[in-house]
C-alpha cells in the first residue's frame, strides 16, 4: 500500500475552511467517484482503491491517504491531483 500525506496552512475561518473542503470533496468525488462524508472536522474519504482524511485545524489542513494496490500503480497522478486541487482552494496567497 502507498502512502499520501499532505499539509497546507491557512488563515481562515472555520466555516470558510470548510467551504473550501467541501469543494475540493466535490472534486475528488467527481475526479475519483469517491465518496465523502463529515464525521466532525474531518472529511471521510471512501473508494474500493482508496481511504483516506481531509482534517481541518486551526491553522493547516492535513490530507492523508492510503492507495490500494490498482491505484499505488499510478501514486504520482493521484498526488499530482490532490496538490492541484489543494493549489485550488487553499493557494499560498489567501489574503
Known amino acids: 500500500m502507498s ?3 499532505l499539509r497546507r496552512s491557512h488563515e481562515l475561518t472555520a466555516k470558510a475552511a470548510r467551504e ?7 472534486a475528488l468525488s467527481k475526479k475519483f467517484d469517491a465518496e465523502c462524508s ?8 471512501e473508494h474500493p482503491n482508496v481511504t ?3 482534517t481541518i485545524g486551526k491553522d493547516e489542513i ?3 491517504a492510503t492507495l490500494g494496490f490498482l491505484l499505488a500503480l499510478f ?11 489543494l493549489d ?8
Open 3 to 5: 502512502r499520501i500525506h
Open 20 to 26: 473550501r473542503v467541501n469543494r475540493m470533496a466535490k
Open 38 to 45: 463529515w464525521q466532525g472536522e474531518v472529511l471521510n474519504i
Open 52 to 54: 483516506g482524511t481531509v
Open 62 to 64: 492535513v490530507v492523508e
Open 75 to 85: 501514486r504520482d497522478r493521484v498526488d499530482d491531483e490532490l496538490v492541484r486541487i
Open 88 to 95: 485550488e482552494e487553499f493557494p499560498d496567497d489567501q489574503g
